[in-house]
């Protein structure tokens, strides 16, 4: 043992991800240039993480499959909260650590859950009810006042899952597109100035680092563009860094959590919701940062020293790339829409695009953040994957 990291079994130490998307894919990526094995699982094929490492596919929520899996690795993450961490760490015992612990991704998973925690740690946020009826729902409104957000308590991302709500009867035709069985969540509706966010990577033992804070752009409810660095003042970023560290110090992460927030028009900051792993607002740190949130994520989860997440350009803009129609993957578009600017692209390897589906992203570093937004969107703008 030495510098307080622990100590694995295996040289290089391996690491298990469950998950075979995007994020899983960076990860690995960055897991792989720093010389350490890769083993993910994914309960169906998934292309984005297929010849990155060892790639598994199985039912995960075997324990046979699981236990084939986790043998032989040295620790085991998540790209996603609802990746079967807690059977996992079941199985694997306490030899095999699962980070983020399970814990703290049942804390996060469930929206209800998630709020009562931050709101019993003081931390700031929209006011909500968690209801379970239409009737209940309907008085929470009344209460909070139109309009609301309904909001799925689990399994929602990129929007799917929430809902604006102006009336009553609204709320009745939604209550069976969201609810579940525990009911749903009613949020009230922030008329905010900007969206914000920012990443806290953190080792097992508390010591962790912060990522600048950036402005993201959503569309359709759905991230679309992040901006960095963002365009607070320094007063309301420093709130929102404070902030995000103590939703850490709340659900004690381990690895990336990101956070959401809102910057209101009164001046105040509220944080709309954490993600505990890397995230979308977040891939702008491969060019922009000194670290990645990626590498620093397979850092923390080894335990290993963190690397350093301040910017080392003036701006980066990064823009995604969504699907636009159900179709096979084409990179035909690619070559013409690099033409004119520099940036750097990403496409995730997924062989089948849909409407709406993140299918790539592009960043772009320039001397503000105005010129990169710019050539970002340009570039995305001729993409059709
Ligand atoms: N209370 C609110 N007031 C105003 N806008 C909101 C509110 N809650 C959510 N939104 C808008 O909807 C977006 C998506 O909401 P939220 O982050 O809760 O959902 P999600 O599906 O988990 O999102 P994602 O996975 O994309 O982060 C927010 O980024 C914001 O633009
Ligand atoms: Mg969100």
């Known amino acids: 043992m030495t510098n307080g990291c622990r100590h694995f079994r295996s040289d290089p130490p391996r690491i298990g991800i469950l998950g075979g998307g995007q994020l899983g894919r960076m990860t690995a990526l960055a897991a792989i240039r720093m010389g350490v094995s890769v083993r993910t699982l994914s309960p169906e094929s998934s292309a984005p993480v ?30 996603s909260e609802w990746a079967p961490a ?38 700031p946020q929209a006011p909500y009810r968690r209801c379970e009826s239409i009737e209940e729902a309907q008085q929470a409104a009344a209460e909070l006042g139109y309009p609301v957000v309904l909001k799925k308590y ?70 679309h563009a992040v901006l960095a660095p963002g365009s607070s003042d320094s007063e309301i970023t420093s709130r929102a860094r404070d902030l995000a560290v103590r939703c850490a110090e709340a659900v004690d992460s381990v690895g990336i959590l990101g956070v959401e927030l809102f910057e209101t028009r009164d001046g105040s900051v509220l944080v709309n919701e954490l993600a505990p792993r890397p995230h979308n607002t977040g891939h702008y740190t491969i060019e922009a940062c000194h670290t990645s949130q990626f590498e620093n994520h397979v850092r923390a989860i080894l335990d290993w020293p963190l690397g350093n997440p301040d910017l080392i350009v003036d701006a980066a803009v990064m823009v995604n790339i969504l699907g636009r129609s159900d179709s096979k993957v084409s990179l035909e578009s690619i070559p013409d829409a690099l033409q004119e600017h520099s940036g ?32 970002a969107e340009s570039i995305v703008s001729r993409i059709l994957i």
């Open 154 to 223: 689990q399994g929602s991302y990129d929007g799917y899952g929430n809902a604006l709500a102006n009336s009553e009867s609204e709320i009745r035709s939604l209550w069976p597109l969201l609810s579940g069985p525990d009911g749903i969540l009613v949020e009230g509706w922030i008329d905010f100035k900007r969206e914000i966010a920012t990443l806290v990577a953190r080792r097992p033992g508390g010591e962790g680092v912060i990522y600048p804070l950036v402005d993201t752009i959503q569309r359709d409810h759905r991230c």
């Open 344 to 375: 750097s692209i990403h496409i995730y390897g997924k062989t089948d695009s849909r409407p709406g589906r993140k299918m790539g992203h592009v960043t772009v570093t320039a001397s503000d953040t105005e010129s990169a937004r710019r050539y």
């Open 50 to 79: 297929e010849g990155l490492g060892e790639s598994m596919t199985g039912d995960w929520t075997r324990t046979e499959v699981l236990e084939s899996f986790a043998g032989g690795c040295d620790v085991i993450t998540v790209e």
């Open 86 to 123: 807690d059977l996992a760490a079941r199985i694997v015992g306490p030899d095999i650590p699962v980070l983020p612990r399970p814990r703290t991704l049942e804390q996060i998973r469930h929206k209800g859950v998630q709020k009562d925690l931050l709101l019993q740690a003081g931390i």
